[in-house]
C-alpha cells in the first residue's frame, strides 16, 4: 500500500468519524429540545422519558443512548444554555488580550444567552432548586466548572499587575451574579427595563466598564491612591 492509498484512508476514516460527529450532535439537541418542551409544559417531576421520546418522535432506548435519566437532560439543557462554544473560544485561548475587549466579550456572549433565553433558562433555574440532588449535580457539573475558569483568567491578570489583588473567587460569582441578576430584572420590568431599549453591546461595554474602573470618577480614583 503506498502513500496515496494510506492517506486517501486517513481522510476518509477522518470524514466518518466527522460525520458520526454531526448525527450525535444533532440527535442530542432533538432529545434536548423535546426535554425543553415537555418540562416546560408538565413541569420536571412529571415529566417521564416516555413523554420526551414521543415528542422527540423517537424511541426510548435512544435517549438512554446519550442521557442517563431526565436529571442528566435538565443539566445538560442548563449546560448547553451557559457553557457556548463561543464561551470555551474564549476562556481557552492562549492570544494575549485587552482587558477591556475581554470583559465586553465576554458579558456580551453571556447576555445573547441569558437576555436571549430569559424564560427557559429561569424555569431551569426554578426546577433545580425543587430538587436538592439536581441542584448538587448542576453545581458540580455546569456552574463549579465555570466559575473554576473564571476564577484562573482574573488570577492570571492579578500576577502581572492587570488587575489589582481582589479575591478572585468573590469576583468570579459576583460577575455571574450580576449576568443571572440582569436576566431576572429584564424579565420582571419587561417592556420598561432599560435593558430592552438598550443593546446588548451597550450594555456589555457599560458594564465591563463597570467591573474594569467601577463607579468612582477616574480623578477621584488617582486622588485616592496618592
Known sequence: MNEYSLLLISK?????????????????RQILDAALSVFSRKGFGEATIVDIAGEAGIGIGTIYNYYKNKEDLLVSLLARNLISDNLNQLLNTTVVQDDKQFMELLLEDRFIFALGKAQELLFLFFEIQRYPKLRRQYVSQVLSPLIDRIE??????IGPGNFRNVNEKVISRALIGMIIGTMILKRLELRDSPYKKSGIKTISKELSNLVLYGLADKGQCNSAHR
Open 12 to 28: 476518509m476514516t477522518d470524514n466518518k468519524k466527522k460525520r458520526k460527529d454531526q448525527t450525535t450532535e444533532a440527535r442530542k
Open 152 to 157: 484562573q483568567y482574573i488570577h492570571m491578570k
